[in-house]
């Protein structure tokens, strides 16, 4: 059973720092995709960085690029997101998430979601 657990999140002030993990099990994810997303009270679900577990580029999306780093642990199957400067408008519920084959920046085309973990950012 594939599961993925986003731990890691939690209050921080305005310019600071929080790494987000991402434990990936119940399969090899060496083919997958792996994404975040987060989502805001009242918006959609957002795109925020892919990479694939192995090999390529990674992409971050316009709003976070220079601030959040996407990385991957092979040995210990885990997906980071690095993520420094943070702004009020970063707070959300953030996901993890993995797929065979989709476009990176598409909700809709992951296979498998994580619980979520809340990252609130203080003025």
């Known amino acids: 059973q594939v599961q993925l657990v986003e731990s890691g999140g939690g209050l921080v002030q305005a310019g600071g720092s929080l790494r987000l993990s991402c434990a990936a099990s119940?399969?090899?994810?060496?083919?997958?995709?792996m994404g975040w997303f987060r989502q805001a009270p009242r918006k959609e679900r957002e795109f925020v960085a892919a990479?694939?577990?192995?090999?390529?580029?990674?992409y971050h999306a316009d709003s976070v690029k220079g601030r959040f780093t996407i990385s991957r642990d092979y040995a210990k199957n885990t997906l980071y997101l690095q993520m420094n400067s943070l702004k009020p408008e970063d707070t959300a519920v953030y996901y993890c998430?993995?797929?065979?084959?989709?476009?990176?920046?598409?909700?809709?085309?992951?296979?498998?979601w994580g619980q979520g973990t809340q990252v609130t950012v203080s003025s």
């Open positions: 990479a694939r577990w192995i090999g390529a580029t990674p």
């Open positions: 119940g399969r090899s994810f060496s083919s997958y995709i």
């Open positions: 998430a993995a797929c065979r084959a989709c476009r990176l920046s598409a909700a809709d085309g992951y296979d498998y």
